[in-house]
C-alpha cells in the first residue's frame, strides 16, 4: 500500500531558507540589536530561519520574539508569534496546542481591526482543523480567511491561499478541485519568485496526481520540487518528497533508487523530529529488503517502524505495518506469529472504519477480492465439465469435507477467542471495581478530614483566637508582653488560614458547587498569583458538566499535573487545555516551556505520574509525556467518559 504526504502552510507568513550563512548572520546581529521592534521582527526571521532544521530552536526565538514585544508594547507582538509558533507545533504534529493558539490569534487579529492578519488568522486556524480531520471547520475558515484575501487583492497570499485549499480538497479526495487550486499557486509563486511556497505547491500537486494515478505527471511535479527544496535547504519539504519518489521508484521496481531516497527521508526525518516521515522512510528500507529477498533486515526495519507508529499514536500507519508484518511472518515460515499479526491487524482496522480514506480503501480491496475469486470459482466449473461425473463427484465430497472441516475449526476458534475475550473483560472490570474503590476512598478520606480541619479544628481554633481576644481586654500586660500576646494571635490566624487552605485543596468547594471549570481556573489563578509564572487554561466542549466523580479524579490529574510543572520546570508560561469533542471523550493538554527532563529517569522514580497513571487508566484513557532537558515539557492524555458520567 503506497502511503503519500501532504505539506500544509500552516503559516501563511514564513518566509523561505536560503544559505547558513543567512542563520549566522542573523545571530551575528540579534548579538548586539536593542530591545526594539526591529530587534523583535530579527528574532522572528532567525526563528523561521531554523524552522527546516531545528524546530525546536524555532519555537525558542518565537517566544523569545513574544517576551520582547510584551515588553516594548508592540502591537502585532500575539498575531505574529501565534502564526509563526503554530507553524512549528503542526510540523511536530501537536495539532489540539496549534489549535488553541490559533483560535486566540483570531481574537487577536480582530482586536487590531486589520483585514491582512484576520484572513492570515483564519487560513491558520483552517488548517489546524485540517490536521485534526475537521473538515467542516476547516472549510468555514478557509472561506472565511479567502474573502479578506479577495478584498486585499494581494497576489502572494491568494498564491499561499490556494495552495492550503490544494491540500484540504486533496484530503477531501475533491482531486479536481485540489489541482485546479494547485496549478493556481504554481503559477503564481513562479511569477512572484516565491522558491519555498513554490516547493510546497509542486510536492501537494504531485500528490494530488498520484492519487488519480497520473504517476508521469506526479513524478515531475515531485522532481521539481526537489531541485527547490535542495537549493533552499527545505529539510521538511525535502523529506517528503523523498518519501514519495522513494515509494514511486519501488513499484517501478527501482529498488536501489527506492532505498536511496527512503534512507535520505529517514536522517531528515529524525534530524527535525518527524515521528511519522521517520516510521514511513523506516517502512520503505522495509521494503525495499522484502523486494530484494532480505528478510531478515525486513522484519527488523518493519518491527522498528511498528515501535515507533505505537510510540507516537499513528494508528492508520500501524495497520499497514501489521499487514507488512503478517507477509514477513509468513515468509519467514512461522504461521503462528503471522496470525497474531493478522488479528491485531484486524482489530486496529476495526477502529478506523469511521475514517472515509480508510473505508475505501477497505470497499476497493473488498472488490478486487471478490472478483478474485469469482474468476478462480470460473476457472474451476470451466475444468471440472471437462471431468467424469465420478471424477466430479469425488471432487464434491472433497471440497465439502475441506468446507466442513475449515467451519468447524473457525467455530472452534470463534467460541475460544470469545471465551478469552470474557475472561479479559472479567479481569478488565474487577480491575476497575478495585481502583474505583481505592479512589472512592480516598476521596471520601479526603473530604472528611477536610470537613473535620474545617468545621472541627477550624472552629475550636477561631473559639480559641475569640477568647484569647476577649482576654487580653482584661489583662494588665507590659508593652513587650502586650506585643508578644499580638504575636501569638497573628501565629493564630496565619494557622487557622493555613489549615482552611489545606481543608479546600483537600476537597475544594468550588468545584462540588460550580465544576471542573471554575475549580481549575481558580486554582491556577491562586498559584500562579504573583509570581514569575502564568497558568492559562482553555475549556472546549465543557459546558456540560460531568459526574462528580469523574470531576474530581480529572480535578486531581489537572492537579498533580501543574504542580509539577510549577514545582520541576522552571517554566515562565504553563498552557492548560481541557477539550471535549464528543459526549464519550475528553482530552487534557497540559504544556510548559520549561527546562524539561529526561523522561527515562523520570518514570522509574515518580510516584506522582504512577498516581496520575493509575487514575487515567480508571477512565480507560492513554497518557502522552514528550519532554527532552531543555525542550519544555507536553503531557497529552485522552480519556473515555462516556461509561462513568
Known amino acids: 500500500m503506497k502511503r503519500r504526504l501532504l505539506i500544509l502552510i500552516g503559516c501563511i507568513s514564513a518566509v523561505y531558507v536560503q544559505a547558513q550563512t543567512i542563520t549566522d548572520s542573523l545571530q551575528k546581529a540579534l548579538l548586539t540589536a536593542e530591545d526594539n521592534e526591529d530587534k ?12 527546516n532544521s531545528d524546530l525546536e530552536k524555532s519555537k525558542s526565538y518565537y517566544w523569545e520574539a513574544r517576551s520582547l514585544g510584551k515588553k516594548i508594547n508592540y502591537p502585532l507582538t500575539e498575531v505574529k508569534f501565534i502564526s509563526n509558533y503554530t507553524f512549528a507545533l503542526n510540523m511536530q504534529g501537536k495539532y489540539d496546542s496549534s489549535l488553541y493558539w490559533n483560535l486566540q490569534g483570531i481574537e487577536e487579529a480582530k482586536k487590531l481591526n486589520d483585514d491582512e492578519q484576520l484572513a492570515k488568522a483564519y487560513f491558520n486556524t483552517g488548517t489546524s482543523y485540517q490536521y485534526l480531520a475537521y473538515y467542516p471547520s476547516a472549510v468555514e475558515h478557509y472561506q472565511k480567511g479567502l474573502a479578506f484575501f479577495e478584498k486585499l487583492g494581494n497576489e502572494q497570499f491568494m498564491a499561499q491561499a490556494n495552495d492550503i485549499l490544494q491540500t484540504l480538497y486533496t484530503s477531501m479526495k475533491q482531486y479536481d478541485k485540489a489541482i485546479m487550486h494547485g496549478k493556481y499557486a504554481i503559477a503564481a509563486s513562479r511569477h512572484l519568485d516565491q522558491p519555498k ?16 494515478h497520473k504517476s508521469d505527471t506526479a513524478y515531475i511535479y515531485f522532481k521539481e520540487a526537489e531541485q527547490i527544496a535542495k537549493q533552499i535547504n527545505d529539510e521538511v519539504t525535502l523529506t517528503s518528497i523523498e518519501i514519495n519518489l522513494g515509494n514511486m521508484a519501488l513499484w517501478q521496481k527501482q529498488l536501489n533508487v527506492s ?6 527521508a529517514l536522517a531528515r526525518a529524525k534530524k527535525n523530529g518527524l515521528k511519522e516521515s521517520e516510521c514511513i522512510a523506516t517502512r520503505g528500507i522495509s521494503n525495499y529488503y522484502l523486494y530484494s529477498g532480505e528478510y531478515e533486515n525486513a522484519l527488523k526495519y518493519a518491527e522498528s517502524a511498528l515501535a515507533i507508529a505505537e510510540q507516537y499514536g499513528l494508528r492508520s500507519e500501524k495497520v499497514i505495518l501489521l499487514n507488512h508484518l503478517y507477509t514477513l511472518a509468513h515468509l519467514n515460515k512461522n504461521p503462528w506469529q503471522a496470525r497474531a499479526y493478522s488479528n491485531e491487524a484486524g482489530k486496529l482496522e476495526d477502529e478506523l472504519l469511521s475514517d472515509e480514506i480508510l473505508k475505501h480503501t477497505i470497499q476497493i480491496e473488498k ?21 467424469n461425473l465420478l471424477n466430479w463427484l469425488l ?19 470463534n467460541r475460544k477467542k470469545i471465551q478469552e475475550q470474557r ?11 478495585a481502583t ?34 476577649a482576654m487580653k481586654g482584661n489583662l494588665f500586660l507590659t508593652e513587650e508582653n502586650g506585643m508578644a500576646f499580638n504575636r501569638v494571635l497573628n501565629n493564630l490566624e496565619e494557622s487557622i488560614s493555613e489549615m482552611r487552605r489545606v481543608a479546600h485543596n483537600m476537597m475544594p468547594e468550588t468545584l462540588l458547587k ?62 492548560v487545555q481541557l477539550m471535549r469533542p464528543d459526549e464519550a471523550h475528553l482530552n487534557i493538554t497540559v504544556e510548559d516551556n520549561g527546562k524539561g527532563f529526561d523522561l527515562q529517569e523520570v518514570k522509574e522514580n515518580s510516584a506522582g505520574l504512577r498516581n496520575i497513571a493509575s487514575r487515567v487508566k480508571y477512565l480507560n484513557g492513554k497518557m502522552d509525556i514528550q519532554s527532552a532537558p531543555g525542550t519544555g515539557t507536553s503531557v497529552y492524555i485522552e480519556c473515555e467518559i462516556k461509561p462513568h458520567g
Open 423 to 433: 475472561i479479559k473483560e472479567f479481569e478488565t472490570e474487577k480491575q476497575l471495581l
Open 436 to 469: 474505583q474503590s481505592l479512589l472512592k476512598g480516598q476521596e471520601d478520606e479526603r473530604s472528611r478530614i477536610a470537613k473535620d480541619l474545617h468545621d472541627g479544628l477550624g472552629g475550636l481554633l477561631s473559639g480559641v483566637k475569640l477568647q484569647l481576644g
Open 259 to 264: 532505498k536511496s531516497y527512503n534512507e535520505l
Open 514 to 575: 460550580f465544576g471542573l471549570e471554575q475549580a481549575l481556573t481558580d486554582y491556577s489563578n491562586g498559584l500562579s498569583h504573583q509570581q514569575k509564572f502564568t497558568i492559562q487554561c482553555a475549556f472546549l466542549g465543557m459546558e456540560k458538566r460531568l459526574h462528580n466523580s469523574i470531576e474530581v479524579i480529572i480535578y486531581r490529574v489537572v492537579q498533580e499535573l501543574i504542580t509539577n510543572a510549577v514545582k520541576h520546570s522552571e517554566a515562565s508560561s504553563i498552557l
Open 40 to 51: 523583535l521582527l530579527l528574532l522572528i526571521k532567525t526563528g523561521q530561519e531554523y524552522e
Open 395 to 413: 471432487i464434491g465430497g472433497l471440497i465439502s469435507l475441506l468446507i466442513m472441516v475449515v467451519l468447524g475449526y473457525r467455530n472452534y476458534s
Open 197 to 212: 511556497l513554490l516547493a510546497y505547491s509542486l510536492l501537494n500537486l504531485g500528490v494530488a496526481y498520484q492519487y488519480q
Open 367 to 387: 472488490k478486487f477480492e471478490l472478483d478474485k475469486k469469482n474468476t478462480q470459482l470460473r476457472l474451476q466449473e470451466e475444468t471440472i465439465q471437462h471431468k
